[in-house]
Antibody, heavy 120, light 111 residues
Framework: EVQLVESGGGLVKPGGSLRLSCAASGFTFSNYSMNWVRQAPGKGLEWVASIGSRSSYMYYADSLKGRFTISRDNAKNSLYLQMNSLRAEDAAVYYC?????????????WGQGTLVTVSS | QSVLTQPPSASGTPGQRVTISCSGSNSNIRRNYVYWYQQLPGMAPKLLIYKNNQRPSGVPDRFSGSKSGTSASLAISGLRSQDEADYYCATWDDNLSGPVVFGGGTKLTVL
C-alpha cells in the first residue's frame, strides 16, 4: 500500500523557519518525482515545488522568491521542504505528492497533509 | 489569480451530466497536457484524469476529460452524491519559471 506521511508542521512566528518531511513507502521512491502542494484554509490548491527522482531538477513557485528549498534523500525514502522567512500567507496544509518523472503535474500519490500556522 | 480559470461552482442532480471548464492560454493548455484532481471534503486531492483524457485505474468511466485549443473540460456523467467535491485542473506553463499551475477550483454540488 502506498503511503506518504508528512510531518513537521506546526505554529511558527512570522519570519521563522520550519522543515517539513514526507516519509514514503509502498512504491519505488527513487523512480518518482516528488512535489509539495499547499492549500490555505478555505482556498484552492497551490503548487509549491517539485524535485526530480535523482534531484536532477528542482522547480519552485514564483511566489516563494527563494525562501523555500525542496530536497530528498532516496536512501531514506524521504522528501523535505525547508521553509524560511515565513509569512502569514504561507499558512496552509502542505501536501507531499509523488508523480511521474518528467510529467509534471502528474501526481499519482498524495499524503494527508501537515498544517503550518504562521502567527505571532 | 490563477492563469487557469475555472468556474467557482457547478451543480447538477443525480443522474445528470455536468461539465467543468478550465480556460488557459497558448503557453499552458494549448501546448501541454491537462490534469484533473478531485478533492472530497476533508480529504487529500486525488488524480482523476491525466494527459487530457486518460483515467487512472480505479476511476470510473463516468469521468472523462477533453481539450481543445486553450481550454479543457471535465465531464461527469451519471452524477452521484459522492461526486460532490472540489475539482481542479492543472498543467505546465512554458512561460513561467515556476511552471506548474492549478486552476482556482470548482465546487461541485449535487442537488
Amino acid at each position: 500500500e502506498v503511503q506518504l506521511v508528512e510531518s513537521g508542521g506546526g505554529l511558527v512566528k512570522p519570519g521563522g523557519s520550519l522543515r517539513l518531511s514526507c516519509a514514503a513507502s509502498g512504491f519505488t521512491f527513487s523512480n518518482y518525482s516528488m512535489n509539495w502542494v499547499r492549500q490555505a484554509p478555505g482556498k484552492g490548491l497551490e503548487w509549491v515545488a517539485s524535485i526530480g527522482s535523482r534531484s536532477s531538477y528542482m522547480y519552485y513557485a514564483d511566489s516563494l522568491k527563494g525562501r523555500f528549498t525542496i530536497s530528498r534523500d532516496n536512501a531514506k525514502n524521504s522528501l523535505y521542504l525547508q521553509m524560511n522567512s515565513l509569512r502569514a500567507e504561507d499558512a496552509a496544509v502542505y501536501y507531499c505528492a509523488g508523480g511521474r518523472e518528467w510529467e509534471l503535474p502528474h501526481f499519482d500519490y498524495w499524503g494527508q497533509g501537515t498544517l503550518v500556522t504562521v502567527s505571532s | 489569480q490563477s492563469v487557469l480559470t475555472q468556474p467557482p461552482s457547478a451543480s447538477g442532480t443525480p443522474g445528470q451530466r455536468v461539465t467543468i471548464s478550465c480556460s488557459g492560454s497558448n503557453s499552458n493548455i494549448r501546448r501541454n497536457y491537462v490534469y484533473w484532481y478531485q478533492q472530497l471534503p476533508g480529504m487529500a486531492p486525488k488524480l482523476l484524469i491525466y494527459k487530457n483524457n486518460q483515467r487512472p485505474s480505479g476511476v470510473p468511466d463516468r469521468f472523462s476529460g477533453s481539450k481543445s485549443g486553450t481550454s479543457a473540460s471535465l465531464a461527469i456523467s451519471g452524477l452521484r452524491s459522492q461526486d460532490e467535491a472540489d475539482y481542479y485542473c492543472a498543467t505546465w506553463d512554458d512561460n513561467l519559471s515556476g511552471p506548474v499551475v492549478f486552476g482556482g477550483g470548482t465546487k461541485l454540488t449535487v442537488l
